[in-house]
């Protein structure tokens, strides 16, 4: 099975099943986020599943422990692979999520938003934070201990937190370029190689396959390099 997953990160049903249909059988695991959920419902994904694709529902959800156990219990029953959860909901909510999960459901926790700034963490918990590598290592500890199946965290800090969690803790990846590729709105970026010998389980890679004039060109391309990299592992 391919370690990339494709986000869907466009606003109807039909430009995204246009998308997994050019992929076909080189893609088996797509990420659907807040806005094509919103716009569209559950439908899409019990499309993506009806063409035997894998979902990661990635709505980070973030409530009372009653209300995100009601919601991870639908997403279970939806036959969602990988759902997020953020790990500043706590404890007990992340206790309650996990033992709502059932069937092939993962949980994955969001530790530290990417977009947030030392500064603005500090706004929000009023302390000084002197590193968000510390805080990401703290919570995704935290995370594994409440029995979260594993993080979602800049190929940057893979090594890094595959140091304090151990190997049986999934960790997947956002923010891959391929060299030489445009970067576009993301600052911290690694290659699919530097992320798979980081120690990542999955890479969510998007504009560089979507955005290309060959998306199952450029795919094959990056599963190409993450082989060699598997390889070296
Ligand atoms: O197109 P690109 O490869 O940048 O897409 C990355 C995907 O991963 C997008 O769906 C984006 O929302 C998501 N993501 C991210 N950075 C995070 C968490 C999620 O880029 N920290």
């Known amino acids: 099975m391919s370690r990339v997953i494709v986000p869907l990160d466009v606003i109807s049903s039909g430009e995204a099943l246009a998308l997994v249909d050019l992929l076909g059988d080189r893609c088996?695991?797509?990420?659907?986020?807040?806005?094509?959920?919103?716009?569209?419902?559950?439908?899409?994904?019990?499309?993506?599943?009806?063409?035997?694709?894998?979902?990661?529902?990635?709505?980070?959800?973030?409530?009372?422990?009653?209300?995100?156990?009601?919601?991870?219990?639908?997403?279970?029953?939806?036959?969602?692979?990988?759902?997020?959860?953020?790990?500043?909901?706590?404890?007990?909510?992340?206790?309650?999520?996990?033992?709502?999960?059932?069937?092939?459901?993962?949980?994955?926790?969001?530790?530290?938003?990417?977009?947030?700034?030392?500064?603005?963490?500090?706004?929000?918990?009023?302390?000084?934070?002197?590193?968000?590598?510390?805080?990401?290592?703290?919570?995704?500890?935290?995370?594994?201990?409440?029995?979260?199946?594993?993080?979602?965290?800049?190929?940057?800090?893979?090594?890094?937190?595959?140091?304090q969690v151990g190997d049986d803790f999934l960790i997947v990846t956002p923010g891959i370029r391929p060299a030489g590729a445009d970067r576009e709105d993301q600052n911290r970026v690694a290659t699919p190689s530097e992320a798979v010998r980081a120690g990542a389980d999955y890479l969510v890679i998007g504009r560089p396959i979507t955005a290309s004039d060959d998306p199952a060109g450029a795919l094959s391309a990056i599963q190409d390099e993450i082989e060699q990299a598997e390889q070296a592992r």
């Open 28 to 163: 088996d695991f797509y990420k659907v986020g807040f806005e094509l959920y919103t716009r569209t419902g559950p439908d899409v994904v019990r499309e993506l599943i009806a063409r035997g694709k894998r979902v990661f529902l990635d709505i980070k959800l973030h409530d009372i422990p009653n209300t995100v156990a009601g919601a991870v219990r639908a997403a279970s029953d939806l036959g969602v692979d990988l759902l997020t959860v953020h790990a500043a909901g706590g404890p007990t909510m992340l206790d309650a999520a996990a033992k709502a999960a059932s069937g092939d459901l993962r949980l994955l926790a969001v530790t530290v938003l990417t977009s947030l700034s030392p500064d603005e963490m500090g706004t929000v918990w009023d302390r000084e934070i002197r590193s968000v590598r510390e805080e990401v290592g703290r919570l995704a500890l935290m995370a594994r201990d409440r029995n979260m199946d594993g993080v979602v965290a800049s190929a940057l800090e893979t090594s890094w937190i595959r140091g």
